[in-house]
């Protein structure tokens, strides 16, 4: 006779599933904290700048060049989550 465990009993939520919904979640947030902070990061860089910008940009003196460019830029890749929630989930189908 073969017992089973309460955990990996079929029919009822487990605390694996719970744990997997919270983890769902939090990623879920990080997704949408992503792009707003790398844009404000990228105008604190461009407001501020640092004696440094000099000697890591190839450009001095150009108005978008730098940390201000890579913020920006990974601002742009993080704004599919924002994208998606705007304008709406579409399904597979036309």
Not at 4 to 23: F, K, L, Q, Y
Not at 55 to 79: D, I, N, Q
């Given at each position: 006779?073969t017992?089973?465990?309460p955990?990996?009993?079929?029919?009822?939520?487990?605390?694996?599933?719970?744990g997997?919904?919270?983890?769902?979640?939090?990623s879920?947030?990080?997704?949408?904290?992503?792009?707003?902070?790398?844009?404000?990061?990228?105008?604190?860089?461009?407001l501020?700048?640092?004696?440094m910008?000099?000697?890591?940009s190839?450009?001095?003196?150009?108005?978008v060049?730098?940390m201000?460019l890579?913020?920006l830029?990974?601002s742009?890749?993080?704004?599919?989550?924002?994208?998606?929630s705007?304008?709406?989930?579409?399904?597979?189908?036309?």
């Amino acid at each position: 006779m073969t017992e089973v465990h309460p955990a990996r009993a079929t029919g009822g939520p487990s605390r694996d599933n719970e744990g997997a919904t919270a983890a769902l979640g939090l990623s879920e947030w990080l997704g949408f904290a992503a792009a707003p902070t790398f844009a404000v990061m990228a105008l604190l860089t461009a407001l501020g700048g640092s004696p440094m910008d000099g000697l890591c940009s190839s450009a001095a003196g150009a108005p978008v060049s730098g940390m201000m460019l890579m913020y920006l830029l990974m601002s742009a890749f993080h704004t599919p989550p924002w994208l998606r929630s705007i304008f709406g989930q579409r399904g597979g189908s036309r």
